[in-house]
């Protein structure tokens, strides 16, 4: 505790004798201060007790006291210690009736009590209070650093609370709530969410004072919350909020930093191991789209138990819109994407903590990959991670406006394909095939699509595409021109030619006109095009292309 004007009062050395203000003695002293000027205010700081011996004032005067008396308290000044005997043997009325009327703590200072002792007494007592709030807490810091190292955050947040006499909560890198201390404090520190997400918009390290909010196991006592940021780079990774009934004393605050720094070092620490893990995860991976799979084994050793030998699937997952000219040149070389960015929507990471959490509750393994815009997984097949990434992508899937109202285009949170069911031999078959799903999840505005139910269906809706119909208006625009003169229908002859295998009787009868009629028109039509209708692959194209443009 620091000293106070009661702690002077009763210091037996000191024989104060108090003559007024006896109710509010309790308030802290931050220093002694002797001043004979007719104004000191312009020199206090508050929290002070001046010492007087009223040597240019006239101690006498009503007046006079009541404005000298007023000011001393408006300043913030805690107490007035008059020392009688020098130019008054006593404390003057007019003095004693201002203090009272002002409710300002006034003293009286023995003739043998020099105001050095009173000095000394309060400096003493400052030091002391500081020695004892420097040794709390470093036993603070050796109870928070035990706790850490015996329990985790968890042990250190329920350690910080107790310390502080309040709780604690722990935020991780989205602003969630990770862990709290005690239990009850889990709805407040939820209440503070967007309070996080402000704090982590500045740069690390950043705090901010929250409070008026009520505890709910304490509804009587207002709560004043400090948020901290922790992390040591540019934006801070989590956060912790410390709640308290006041403001942190010297001991309390000891106790926060050293969670802070404690917290720091685990996060940075399990940061490390993840960004480690990370590696080895990219490492697997390309090994097995090499084709490599025995090394990718020997690497992966016993981390994800039987998933590299069974039959596995493999998700490529984008944040639509956010594909960049290095995850499109990684592609191109074969690599799983380009590490050229963050996934702005968190889209990326929910679907990413969707699939872990669903393995880790069925125990099952799985292969996360965050590859700058992209992220791959590599799941059991039939398994509950597959089955939870597919789950979600339909959730999101029917959640979204309908296309009109979109109002960023293909600015969608999530684009998803994945495999038919492979082998690590074929994993780069399935990678393949994954990034075929998802380029025709993107195609048609889909959220995801599986590579199963592209070889199960027809190839006419992947028809849908601007560059296929730009090719198809490009072949058939000869034509066209020719019939809308009036002097043929070369484009229907050619779709009713084709569609009967280029059977001339049963062609022309679908046409009505007599056989030697469409020979006459498939000529005109290989002049126009100067291309051969013998050629299959000639005929190939011309029916893509009367399909691609069927519905104009």
Not at 58 to 79: Q, S, T, W
Not at 155 to 160: F, I, N, Q, R
Not at 168 to 176: F, I, K, V
Not at 177 to 206: C, H, I, K, N
Request: hydrophobic letters at 45%; charged letters at 25%; aromatic letters at 4%.
């Amino acid at each position: 505790m620091p000293p106070t004007l009661a702690s002077l009062v009763h210091h037996s050395a000191l024989k104060l004798t108090v003559r007024a203000g006896e109710d509010r003695l309790d308030v802290p002293v931050r220093w002694a201060h002797v001043s004979e000027l007719a104004d000191p205010v312009p020199y206090m700081e508050g929290g002070e007790l001046l010492l007087i011996t009223a040597l240019k004032l006239d101690a006498e005067d009503p007046e006079v006291m009541h404005r000298y008396v007023k000011r001393l308290a408006d300043a913030g000044v805690v107490g007035l210690g008059f020392a009688v005997g020098v130019n008054y043997d006593d404390v003057p009325e007019a003095l004693v009736n201002a203090a009272r009327q002002e409710g300002l703590p006034l003293l009286e200072v023995p003739r043998r009590t020099p105001f050095l002792a009173i000095s000394k007494a309060v400096s003493a007592a400052i030091a002391a209070d500081q020695y004892r709030a420097v040794t709390a807490g470093f036993a603070a810091q050796r109870e928070l650093t035990r706790r850490t190292l015996a329990d985790g955050p968890e042990g250190l947040l329920a350690a910080l609370a107790a310390q502080v006499d309040g709780w604690a909560a722990l935020y991780d890198a989205s602003g969630a709530v990770v862990a709290t201390a005690p239990e009850w404090a889990g709805r407040r520190a939820a209440r503070l969410t967007a309070d996080v997400q402000r704090l982590r918009e500045r740069p690390a390290p950043a705090s901010s004072v929250v409070g008026g909010a009520h505890s709910p196991e304490q509804p009587e006592n207002a709560d004043r919350v400090e948020l901290h940021s922790l992390g040591t780079s540019r934006r801070p990774r989590s956060a912790l909020a410390v709640g308290t009934a006041a403001a942190l004393g010297t001991a309390e605050r000891y106790a926060v930093h050293s969670a802070i720094a404690l917290l720091t070092l685990t996060t940075e620490r399990s940061r490390s191991l993840h960004e480690a893990g990370l590696r080895i995860d990219r490492a697997v991976l390309r090994m097995l789209l090499a084709g490599e799979p025995d090394h990718a084994r020997t690497v992966a050793g016993d981390l994800y138990g039987g998933l590299l030998d069974a039959p596995f699937r493999i998700i490529v997952a984008e944040s639509a819109g956010t594909r960049s000219r290095n995850g499109a040149a990684a592609q191109a070389a074969g690599e799983p994407g380009g590490d050229t960015g963050g996934d702005p929507l968190g889209a990326l990471d929910a679907l990413a903590e969707t699939a872990e959490s669903a393995a880790a509750r069925a125990g099952e393994a799985v292969l996360v990959v965050p590859e700058g815009e992209r992220l791959v997984v590599l799941a059991t097949d039939g398994g509950a991670a597959v089955a939870a990434c597919v789950e979600h992508a339909s959730a999101l899937e029917a959640a979204r406006p309908a296309p009109e109202s979109r109002p960023g285009g293909d600015e969608e949170s999530l684009v998803v394909g994945l495999s038919a069911p492979s082998g690590p031999i074929a994993a780069t078959t399935a990678y393949r095939q994954a990034e075929q799903a998802l380029s025709v999840a993107r195609r048609r505005g889909r959220v995801c699509v599986e590579h199963e139910h592209l070889a199960a269906g027809s190839v006419l809706p992947l028809l849908a595409d601007d560059a296929v119909r730009a090719f198809a208006d490009g072949l058939l625009r000869a034509l066209r021109d020719h019939d809308a003169t009036g002097r043929g229908d070369l484009v229907a002859s050619l779709r009713a030619w084709l569609s009967r295998h280029g059977q001339w009787d049963a062609a022309a009868a679908d046409l009505g006109v007599h056989r030697h009629t469409l020979r006459y028109r498939m000529r005109r039509v290989e002049e126009i095009l100067g291309r051969s209708l013998d050629d299959p692959d000639v005929r190939m194209e011309l029916w893509l292309a009367l399909k691609a443009t069927a519905s104009e």
